[in-house]
C-alpha cells in the first residue's frame, strides 16, 4: 500500500523549491524562476494554467521570527524544461508585485536560495471541449501570469486561434516584457508580438492601458468589445480571463451578453491556500454547480477560491456580493 | 547528558480521560478542517489525535468576507463556523474520519442547548468517534458560542446537559480567553462534567483599514490565533492548572501559538497534559512531524522516561 502512493505522482505537495533567477518585469514588479527537481518536478509537471502556490516568505524552520506568518499565493506564470544536463527537473515562473512584507522578502531573494512552497493548487482553466474554438485570453495587471501559461498550454495542446488581451495601468507597468517597437497608433486593435510571454507560445496580443501610454487607451473590457465587432469570426470564442474584480466582472457581462463561454480566475485574501481555514470565500448562484462539489465542506452560498477555485465559470458569480465586501 | 543514549525510546503516550493518546499532539479544532485536506502535504498519522472542525446541528454558510487577516506573527479570522451540518458530516466526512489510525474528537458548537446536545447525542452514537470537544467559545457568531461560554452558570447548564445525553463519553470544554476570570469557567466546566478542558480559543481582535475607516474583517472582530498569543495561552493554562485542575487531576489541552516543540513543551510544564497546533499547522503541515520528533529529543535530553513527567513541571 504504502508502495503503491510512494510511486504514483502526487497530485500536489509541500516541496523545496531553488531560486534560479529574479529579474524585473514592470515597474514594481519581478520575475521568480524556481527550479523544482524529482517529485516536485513530476508533481508540477502536471499543473495547468490558472493553479497557484502558495510561497513562505520567511524561513519556516526560524521559529524567533514568525513574519509575515502565511504563506502569500501567486499564480504559476509557466512551467520550463529544466535544460539538457536538467532533465528532470523544471523551472517554475512566478510574476508578483511587491506590496508587502511577503514580497520585499521575497525581492531580497538570490539566486540558490531555497524556498518551502505548496503547490500545484486549486483548479486551473478548462481547456476548451472544442479543440478548433478560438481561445480569447484577458489578463488585467497582475491577472497577466496565468495568462501566459495558458498561452502556453493552449499552444502545445494545438487547440485552435487565440488572442491574448494585456490590460495595465500604465506603460511602465509592462516595461521589461513590452516590445515597443511593434506598436504602432495605426492598428491597435491587431495582435501582434508585443509581449516577450506571449510571444513565447507565439500568441498575438492587445495592450490597452488606462492612461493610453502604450497601445489602445481605455479597459480591456472595451478593447474586447471592439476587437469582437469588427472581427465576428471571434463572437464564437471562448473567453479565459484573470485580473481585478471589477475587470472580470465587465468581462462575465460581456460575455453573458454574447452568450459566449467564459472562464474566470478569481483573486481573494487567502490564508491556508488548501482548503482547511475557509477564508476565501466568494459568492456563487446555488445551482447547477454540483459537478465541483467534493472536497471542501459545502454552503449554499460561498464557494473557495483556493479549492473549488481559483478558475469559476462567469456564470456561476454572484457580483452584487461579491463588490458588497469591498 | 552523553550518557543517556542507551535510554529507550522516551514514551511519549498521555491519558486524556479514558482515552488514550499515542502522542500529546492534537490538531486545534478548524485549522486542519476534516483531516484529508492535509494529506498531501503532510503525515498526520503522526498525530496523537485529531480534532475536527466544529459541527453544528445544520449546515452554515459562515461570515461574510473578508474573513482573515494577518497581523504581526498573529491571524485574525472571523469564519463564522462555516461547516456541512451535523448530516452531510456524518455521510461524507466522517467515513475518511474513520480510516484514521488515532483518536478522533469532533467539536461541536451551536446555538442552543437543544442543539449542543442533539449534535452530541447522535455524534455519541458512532463507535470511531473517540471524544466530543464542546465549542462554548467562539467569538464569531451572534448566537451559541462565546455567550455560553462566559457565565458560569451558562457554562454549567450547557456541559450538564451534554454530559448527561452522553455519559460515557469524553467530553472536552474549549474555553475562551475573553473572560476576566479564566478559572470561574474551568471550575464551572468541570463541576457540570467536563472530563477535559482545552485552553485557549482565540483573543478577540480587531484590525481597521484606515483608509476606508472601516474594519477589515467582514464581522467586523475576529479571533486571533498565531505567535503572539503564545504568551497570553501559555499564562491561562498555568492559571488553570494551579489554581483549579491539579486538584482534581482533569486534563488540560494547551493551544495558542503552537509551532514547534519549545512551544508545545511550555505549555506542557504550565500544566498542559496534551496540546494543540492550529494555526501553524494550516501554514505548514510538515511542522506536525517535526514537533512530535522534538519532544522525543527533549525527553531524551533530559532523561525522562514518559512525558507525562513533565506536566505542570513548572518551577
Known sequence: MENKTKKATPRRGEYTARVIEQRKFGVGHKILCLELEGTAAKCFGRARAGQFVQIACRDLADQRRPVPLLRRPFSIAGLHPGGPDKQDCLSLEIIYRIIGPGTKWLERCLSGDILNILGPLGNGFTLGQDPKKRAILLGGGIGLPPMFFLADQLAQSGYGERVAFAGARMKSHLEGTIDTRTISSQDLLTPQMHLEQFKRSNTGCIIATDDGSAGYCGNITQVLEEFLEKNSQWQEGQIYACGPDAMLKAVAELALKRDMPCQLCLEAYMACGIGVCQSCVVPVQNSNNSAEEENSPETKQYKLVCTHGPVFDARSIVWDKLEAKD | ?315
Do not use: W
Not at chain 2, 494577518?70 to 456524518?90: Q, S
Open chain 2, 1 to 315: 547528558m552523553v550518557g543517556k543514549s542507551n535510554n529507550p525510546e522516551p514514551d511519549l503516550a498521555v491519558q486524556l480521560g479514558s482515552v488514550r493518546l499515542a502522542n500529546p499532539l492534537l490538531t486545534a479544532s478548524g485549522t486542519c478542517g476534516y483531516a484529508f485536506e492535509l494529506n498531501d502535504f503532510g503525515d498526520i498519522s503522526q498525530l496523537g489525535g485529531f480534532v475536527t472542525k466544529s459541527i453544528t446541528l445544520e449546515v452554515r454558510e459562515g461570515n461574510p468576507p473578508q474573513r482573515t487577516f494577518e497581523t504581526t506573527a498573529g491571524m485574525l479570522n472571523a469564519i463564522g463556523l462555516a461547516n456541512v451540518g451535523l448530516e452531510r458530516f456524518c455521510e461524507e466526512k466522517l467515513p475518511l474520519l474513520k480510516r484514521m489510525p488515532m483518536p478522533v474528537f469532533v467539536n461541536v458548537a451551536g446555538k442552543t442547548i437543544d442543539e449542543y446536545v442533539a449534535v452530541c447525542r447522535r455524534l455519541n452514537e458512532i463507535e470511531h468517534i473517540s471524544g466530543l470537544e464542546i465549542n462554548i467559545s467562539c467569538p464569531n457568531v451572534k448566537q451559541g458560542g462565546i455567550t455560553f461560554g462566559t457565565e458560569p452558570r451558562a457554562i454549567n447548564e450547557l456541559v450538564g446537559a451534554v454530559r448527561q445525553s452522553c455519559p460515557g463519553t469524553l467530553l472536552i470544554v474549549k474555553l475562551t480567553p475573553n473572560i476576566t476570570d479564566i478559572t470561574v469557567a474551568a471550575r464551572a466546566a468541570i463541576e457540570a462534567g467536563a472530563d477535559a478542558l482545552s485552553l485557549v480559543n482565540t483573543f478577540l481582535g480587531m484590525a481597521i483599514d484606515i483608509e476606508t475607516k472601516e474594519p477589515v474583517l467582514g464581522n467586523r472582530t475576529g479571533g486571533l490565533s498565531g505567535p503572539a498569543i503564545k504568551p497570553m495561552a501559555v499564562y491561562m493554562v498555568n492559571r488553570v492548572y494551579e489554581q483549579v485542575t491539579r486538584g482534581t487531576g482533569v486534563p488540560i489541552i494547551g493551544m495558542g501559538g503552537i509551532s514547534c516543540a519549545a512551544d508545545a513543551l511550555e505549555f506542557i510544564i504550565a500544566g498542559a497534559t496534551a496540546v494543540a497546533v492550529g494555526t501553524a499547522a494550516m501554514i505548514d503541515p510538515q511542522c506536525i512531524a517535526g514537533i512530535v520528533e522534538g519532544l522525543k529529543q527533549y525527553l531524551s535530553r533530559h532523561g525522562l522516561t514518559c512525558i507525562s513527567q513533565l506536566t505542570g513541571t513548572l518551577r
